[in-house]
Structure formats: C-alpha cells, structure tokens
C-alpha cells in the first residue's frame, strides 16, 4: 500500500486493474485505491509480470503493505511503498502523466455513496449525459440491495480530516516564514489576451499556467524552496513537480503535482492542468501526482481577494500563493495611475532558508511575469 | 460540426455542463442564477465550458464574450444570438 500523502496511515482497496499474468510497465494504473483525498489511481513504479494479488478489494491495509507478488519476486511485492521513498527522493523520475481519462465517469458523490453502501460501480448503468453514474443512479442500485446511511457526509468531513492533520502538522512543525511582493500585472494580462485571441477556445491559456511556469522557473534556480524536509534534513530536488492547490466543489481542497513544470511549455501545463482538475474532481488522482509535489502554488482565481497566506504543505519547504488580479492604485513614473495587481505571498520553512533568499525568489516569480513570452 | 438553433437550447446547454463537471447535481440548477454561485463554478470549469461549446455548437466564442456565458439564462441568449436561424442562409 503506497503512502499517497505525508499523512496517511493507511488505504482501502477498491477495485483491482491488474490480474495474475497480467504484463505491467511503469505508470500503469494497477488499482484503485480510497484514502481520504478521494479515491487514487496507483501507478506501478516498476515493470513485470503479475504473480498473484495479496490483498482482496475491500479491504484496508496499513501503508507498507505489500498489495501484489510480481513473477521473480522473492516475497517482495513491487507494487508498494512508494512514498516515503517519494518523499525522501523528489529526484525520482515519476512517470509522465497520460492523456485525459475518458473511461467511466462517476460523481464524487456516487462514488463515496457506491463505496458505503457496498455497490460495485461496474454493475451500476449510468443515466447521465454521456452515460455518467450519478448520486441516483447508485441510490436506485442501493435501494436493491438494501440502503443504508450515506456517506456523502463521511467522506467529506474524512478529507476535512485529512487536511486538518496535514495543515497541523505543517503549523508544529515548520517555523513558517511570510513575505508578500505586489506587482503591476498588465504586461502579462496583455501578453495573456493576445496570445488567447489569436487562439480558439481549446488552445487558450488560464492566466493560473503563467502562474505556475513563473513559479517553476524560479524554483529551478533558487535553491531552497524546492525540495522535501524529512528526517535527514533538507533535501532539494532537481526536478521541480510543482503541486497545484484544487479546491472540490462544496469544500475541501488537495494539490496533486504538474511534473517538470519548469521544463513543459505553457500549451502543455495547460493542457495538464486542465486534465488535472477534472481528474481531481471526477476522482481520478494518480499515485506520482499525490506524492511527488517538490512546492506548490495556490491560486485565489477570480475570488476576490488581494492576498493569501498559505500553509506549507508537509515535507515540502514552500509554497507560493497567488490572489486575484484586482484593479488597484499604482505609481508610474511618479504618478498614481491604475492597474492590475497582482499580490504574490511566499510561505517558506525557516530551517532551510531566509527571507532574504524568500524575497529573491518572489523577485525572481515576478520577473517571470513580467516577461511571460519568455515563460 | 455547426448546429443550429433549432431544438431548444437549455437542455443542450445542461448536458454540455454534466459533461464538464460531472459533480455538479443538475437537477438543482437556477437557470438566472450564476453558475459560480451555485457550484463553485471557477475559470477552469469556464474555460472547459467554453470549449464545449465551441465545439459542439461550432462557435468562436471571443474571451471578452466569456461573461456571456455564466448563467444558463444568459448563455442560451447568447447562442441564440450567434447561432445561425433553423434553415436560414
């Protein structure tokens, strides 16, 4: 049972993709797997051939757990533990996301309600568009059977939980530091419009992807802002897996990684996001998205605020909040004029860094947005 | 492929939003309301919402138009505006 965030302890299995003799690579989803951010697409981080599942759906294990013998395998099952290895080693290459899941399409709200009262989603016929299982079509199949109490409830306040445990553990543990720098977003606003009008809808971009490529550019050249703090200290990471803050409808929030952001064009980070959130909320994560975050970034979008003052997510060392874009007083050249602001904040771990290397590194974001045709 | 404005536009425009959120509950929907304020609808989920439309009604659709479409009431107008007459030229 793979450790799919800091906090867990340990996970249900729901559903099997993979049986004896089955052939695996690296990155294919092999289960299915129910922790409190919602339901977990794991992925093999090795390859080879199936000998036997250990661990029937249903059941929940301790992280650690071996889940499944590969053939050639002592007794080591090699579909485990990635985490605290992901953890301690954010170099890890994780494998590439694919392309956008279309299989079965099941409400958040079918899926806990499915997962409580014992209905197999295989078995249950998707009324809606596009054949979607929704919250009724589970309740009709669970009338069937038997209902019982749902579990809607359960399963949000589980990930309610979950973040309070993280969040915490974060405010114990790390000695949070804050810096915040304001910047005249007009430049990147106008380079955002441009791009996106020349565009048809699908190719254009969110002004969340400038965001998080600034962000990753930075963090690839400032050291102590990327990286993992565990037992053994501080490590950084060569790669940059920039964790982007979700929010699910109706509260809650978890912040799956867009891998080697500093390294991916915008057209693609937008492309990945964009997976990423419908994934997200359809209940689809992936194993190397969950653990492998290096930083993460927070976004207000369009909610209104001018800044937040985020938590560090646990063992990372930063992270970067962003509010919205809000038409504010600004000097030019001597005088009041309006523009766009845009509030960059910095939360950082004082045992790795300093606000003065805190302030380059904001610096550094905002020159990237300044500049996004360079991004 | 370009459609009309022939059968009614709201039932399309539902379908179009299940597609792209798939856990929104629709049988709750106020067609005045805004959908950000009824689903925590945000620019991601009108960024998809757009190219659905895009796509399946065959419209260009401006970013400065994207206002347009954030309430059912206000986006079946819209269509209802842009899109060619059942039968017209």
């Keep these: ?375 | 492929m370009s459609e009309t404005r022939g059968a009614a536009l709201e039932p399309r425009i539902l379908a179009l939003l299940a597609e792209i959120a798939p856990d929104i509950d629709l049988a709750a929907v106020h067609p005045e309301r805004a959908f950000r304020d009824q689903f925590d609808f945000d620019s991601m989920d009108l960024f998809n919402f757009a190219a659905a439309l895009h796509e399946r009604f065959g419209l260009d659709i401006p970013q400065r138009d994207y206002r347009e479409l954030t309430s059912l009431v206000r986006c079946a107008a819209y269509l209802r505006r842009k899109l060619p007459e059942p039968g017209g030229a």
């Excluded at chain 1, 009709?140 to 409830?153: C, Y």
């Design chain 1, 1 to 375: 049972m793979p450790s799919l965030g800091a906090d867990m302890e340990a996970g249900t299995l729901v559903e099997w993709r993979i049986a004896p003799g089955s052939t695996v690579h690296r990155g294919d989803v092999v289960a299915l797997v129910e922790t409190e951010k919602g339901i977990i697409d794991v992925e093999a981080f090795e390859e080879g051939v199936v000998q036997s599942l250990i661990v029937a759906p249903g059941s929940r294990v301790p992280v650690g757990t071996p889940l499944a013998l590969f053939e050639g395998d002592a007794i080591e099952a090699k579909v485990e533990v990635q985490s605290a290895l992901a953890a301690a080693q954010p170099t890890r290459t994780a494998p590439q996301p694919a392309l956008p899941d279309r299989g079965r399409r099941v409400s958040p709200a079918a899926r806990a309600r499915a997962a409580s009262v014992g209905v197999e989603l295989s078995s249950v016929k998707g009324s809606g568009p596009q054949g979607v299982i929704t919250l009724q079509d589970v309740e009709h199949a669970a009338a069937q059977k038997s209902a019982q109490p749902a579990a809607v409830e359960a399963a949000r306040s589980a990930l309610r939980s979950a973040i309070a445990a993280s969040m915490s553990r974060s405010k114990r543990e790390i000695p949070h530091y804050y810096l915040q720098l304001a910047m005249d977003f007009s430049s990147a606003a106008a380079w955002l419009e441009q791009y996106n009008q020349a565009r048809p809808v699908p190719e254009r971009l969110l002004p969340a992807v400038l965001l998080i490529k600034a962000t990753a550019r930075a963090a690839a050249a400032k050291p102590g802002f990327n990286g993992h703090c565990g037992a053994n200290g501080f490590e950084a990471s060569a790669a940059v897996h920039v964790g982007v803050a979700i929010a699910l409808r109706g509260g809650g929030l978890v912040a799956p990684a867009i891998l080697d952001a500093d390294r991916k064009p915008l057209a693609t980070i937008m492309r990945e996001l964009q997976d990423l959130v419908g994934r997200v909320r359809g209940g689809h994560m992936r194993s190397s998205e969950i653990a492998s975050a290096t930083l993460t970034v927070s976004s207000l979008g369009e909610e209104g605020a001018d800044a937040l003052y985020p938590i560090i997510h646990p063992p990372q060392v930063a992270i970067v909040g962003f509010g919205s874009v809000l038409e504010r007083p600004w000097v030019v050249a001597g005088a009041v004029a309006v523009r766009p602001v845009l509030n960059l904040t910095l939360a950082a771990d004082h045992r790795v860094s300093d606000g003065r290397q805190g302030a380059q590194f904001l610096a550094r974001i905002r020159d990237g947005l300044l500049h996004p045709e360079e991004l």
